[in-house]
């Protein structure tokens, strides 16, 4: 399925998606257990959202044995782009540089990401683009409960 047809993910189905792109190959018992260790959830609803993602082009089922073992059909960083395109047109008006503003005006970045950010749009012209930039430390992941 292509980009354009593929529908976004939920905040949940992200959620999954980011376990299968970790460990590459997944059950929905590892699934289930993966998000049992951040907040309570119902098997039979780990199930069904991966079945959806399946059906929606964005996990690959394969059978080995007794069990289903997915994997992704689409790449972390394409699904990236697709949600980072969609936020910047939804939220930023279609402008980045709208997105920066945003980031800068609201303290949401530090001295240090400033000037890694700096060098990154100072490299832009000359070097392929970089790998992300290892989290914080002590940064606290974000979940929805």
């Not at 980011?18 to 289930?32: C, F, L, N, P, Q």
């Amino acid at each position: 399925m292509t980009p354009s047809k593929r529908r976004p993910l939920t905040t949940s189905q992200h959620e999954i998606m980011t376990i299968v792109w970790d460990r590459g190959a997944v059950t929905i018992s590892e699934v289930w257990k993966a998000l049992c260790e951040e907040r309570d959830v119902a098997r039979n609803t780990v199930l069904t959202q991966v079945q959806r993602l399946e059906e929606r082009g964005w996990l690959r089922r394969e059978r080995q044995g007794r069990t289903d073992v997915y994997t992704s059909r689409v790449p972390r960083e394409a699904s990236e782009k697709e949600r980072l395109r969609s936020m910047i047109d939804q939220v930023f008006d279609g402008s980045a540089v709208n997105l920066v503003q945003s980031l800068l005006g609201h303290d949401l970045v530090d001295r240090d990401e400033i000037e890694r950010i700096r060098g990154v749009i100072e490299n832009a012209d000359t070097e392929p683009a970089p790998t992300k930039a290892p989290a914080k430390r002590g940064a606290k992941k974000r979940t929805r409960r």
